[in-house]
């Protein structure tokens, strides 16, 4: 018999699964699987419209639907589209008609009468849930500097946290311009519904020390229930009672693409602490197709080509500086804006948007440093040969988000927290939140000393780092 997991997942309050099965009898209403009616199947499909969106906050988007991806469901669950009929069915979820064979999934999202419910976290034993802890053991022994802390179940958060979640969803449902609603990195309202959901999610996670702390496969950054965490709720955590202290870098993904613009980070021969070569081998296999692109081209660059970009990058105020520089040729935008505009040139693909906002921001960036530009577009150039695999596993593009996001993970995780872990004997608790280091009070002098000088050292330019944040 399969082993039995554990599943965290969250529910409206008003939805009883039992009495919702008494009232509606599956094979009367949708459920025309020939097995045996599984409460555990659909606790773990329900478990989904929350969790996907807890991990991925930026696929977070106005309408509140949630895609899941049926056929990677049915790899686990046979007959889940039986358990999906039947809940929609009986009105316990939505789904949306946007579905694109191997492009774009169905969207899912709770009914309206069970939306605006308050929602808790139940633990509920799940064969079909995912088993971080197995999954992630030669981690915890790798990288005890990493995941100690985690391990020591000191972490707490306070009750009032969901409370104040729920405060916060009402106050943004109740706003009828939609201006207090966030923005994800493509200028798109996140929905406030799937951020409640995901913030209890997360509460309940580091109430229960279920903090599923692991390094992705992808680019080797660290996600938990922590990281996961909205930064709105930071201030209700603690370590052992402790109050926290989290010391960032400022203008975090320009700064870390002042390394790739130096050409010895290329160089087969490269000098630097952390060039290509020294990358793992899963992100040099990413960005192999441009690297010796990328080398021949350096020849048409000169060092003053990125002069003024690393100036306002070390300045701290990038984004600020940038809105000045625009206001200065009769154009107007917010810092928010800036931001936005380094996010999608990084993230976005070379070819032309078709958001005319989204589109003058590329313009914007080009006209004021158009070789750090030319640089970026050859990173995430785009070869016919690899279309096929690109479609299903969106690369080509992406290489400039994978390197950056490694880049700063190999800094922030293996190199600063290492040394944290060493010099301060073992007794400097660390929590990252990706350019995020956060500490106990009282250690923040000596964690803010160590990633200045680890960021020099490997970026090659003093970071500016924000003041000490102590979360109360």
Not at 156 to 178: S, V
Not at 192 to 205: C, M, T, V, W
């Amino acid at each position: 018999m399969p082993k039995k997991k554990i599943e965290i997942i969250t529910l409206p309050n008003s939805f009883n699964l039992e009495q919702h099965i008494a009232q509606y009898p599956p094979e009367q209403h949708g459920f025309r699987s020939n097995l045996k009616f599984s409460k555990e199947k659909v606790y773990y499909f329900l478990g989904l419209i929350s969790s996907i969106a807890a991990r991925n906050p930026d696929i977070v988007t106005e309408d509140g639907f949630t895609p899941i991806f049926q056929k990677k469901v049915r790899d686990s669950i046979k007959d889940i589209k039986d358990y999906i009929d039947y809940l929609i069915n009986t009105g316990v979820i939505i789904r949306n008609g946007r579905y694109v064979v191997g492009k774009k999934s169905y969207g899912y999202k709770w009914a309206t009468q069970y939306s605006l419910s308050r929602f808790s976290v139940k633990i509920i034993e799940c064969r079909y849930a995912d088993e971080v802890t197995e999954l992630f053991a030669q981690q915890y022994a790798t990288y005890p500097y990493l995941f100690y802390w985690y391990q020591q179940n000191r972490l707490m958060i306070d009750d009032a946290a969901e409370d104040y979640a729920f405060q916060l969803y009402q106050y943004k449902m109740n706003d009828p311009t939609k201006e207090s609603w966030d923005l994800n990195n493509k200028d798109e309202r996140k929905n406030p519904e799937s951020q409640y959901r995901s913030a209890i999610l997360n509460i309940g996670k580091i109430k229960n020390g279920i903090h599923e702390a692991h390094i992705d496969f992808n680019v080797g950054r660290l996600h938990s229930a922590f990281t996961g965490l909205g930064k709105k709720y930071r201030r209700f955590v603690t370590y052992g009672r402790e109050r926290l202290v989290g010391i960032d870098v400022k203008n975090s993904q320009p700064y870390m693409t002042c390394l790739i613009l130096d050409r010895e980070f290329w160089s087969e021969n490269s000098s630097l602490p952390l060039n290509f070569k020294t990358l793992p081998d899963f992100i040099r296999a990413a960005i192999v197709e441009v690297f010796f692109i990328l080398k021949d081209n350096f020849n048409n660059f000169e060092e003053n080509d990125f002069a003024e970009y690393k100036n306002l990058v070390s300045s701290g105020r990038f984004y600020e500086k940038i809105v000045e520089i625009v206001s200065g040729v009769g154009r107007t935008i917010t810092r928010d804006e800036a931001k936005i505009l380094m996010f999608y040139t990084i993230y976005s693909s070379n070819r032309p948007s078709q958001d005319p906002f989204l589109k003058q921001m590329k313009k914007i960036f080009v006209e004021l440093f158009p070789k750090v530009a030319e640089l970026f577009q050859i990173i995430k150039r785009e070869f016919k040969d690899y279309k096929e695999i690109d479609e299903e596993f969106n690369t080509q593009h992406n290489r400039l988000a994978l390197l950056l996001q490694s880049i700063e993970s190999q800094i922030i995780l293996h190199k600063c927290c290492k040394r944290i872990w060493i010099e301060g004997n073992q007794q400097v608790p660390v929590f990252t939140i990706h350019d995020n280091i956060v500490t106990t009070v009282g250690n923040e002098a000596f964690v803010r000393r160590v990633m200045e000088e680890e960021l020099e050292r490997y970026i090659g330019l003093n970071p500016a780092l924000s003041p000490s944040e102590i979360w109360e």
